[in-house]
């Protein structure tokens, strides 16, 4: 079983920045990929980045390349996300998740920060 802890949500301007955090434990195997999901009241939840525990190849969804960069510190077990040039569109709750094999299905999830972009 693996267990994910994100933070790092708030309240920002439109156009600031936020770095998100995800340490996960309990495995002692890293999952094989890591990604940042977010849901957004009354819409269907987005995979916005994900990261590979081996490699680093990383995705992103196209409403965020060139803002969002995905990161990982294997030694600490966290991936980040760097989130910049914030606009309220990207007001959601964040969610971290993983994998066993494969970049899906994602079956270990963690409880989402919350990003709060205003005008």
């Known amino acids: ?8 949500g708030g309240y920002v301007q439109v156009g ?3 770095r998100l955090s995800c340490t996960s434990s309990g495995r002692t195997s890293s999952p094989y ?4 999901f977010r849901q957004a009241p009354g819409e269907e939840r ?9 490699g680093g ?8 390349k060139g803002r969002f960069t995905i990161s ?13 040039s914030l606009k309220p569109e990207d007001t959601a709750l964040y969610l971290c998740a993983a994998t066993r094999e494969g970049w899906y299905p994602y079956v270990y999830w963690g409880q989402g920060t919350r990003v ?3 005008s």
């Open 1 to 8: 079983q693996v267990q994910l802890i994100e933070s790092g």
């Open 16 to 18: 600031g920045s936020l």
């Open 33 to 36: 990929a890591t990604g940042w």
């Open 46 to 54: 987005q995979l916005v980045a994900a990261i590979a525990s081996s």
């Open 57 to 64: 190849a990383t995705h992103y969804a196209d409403s965020v």
């Open 72 to 84: 990982r510190d294997t030694a600490k077990n966290t991936v980040f996300l760097e989130m910049s």
């Open 116 to 118: 709060t972009v205003s």
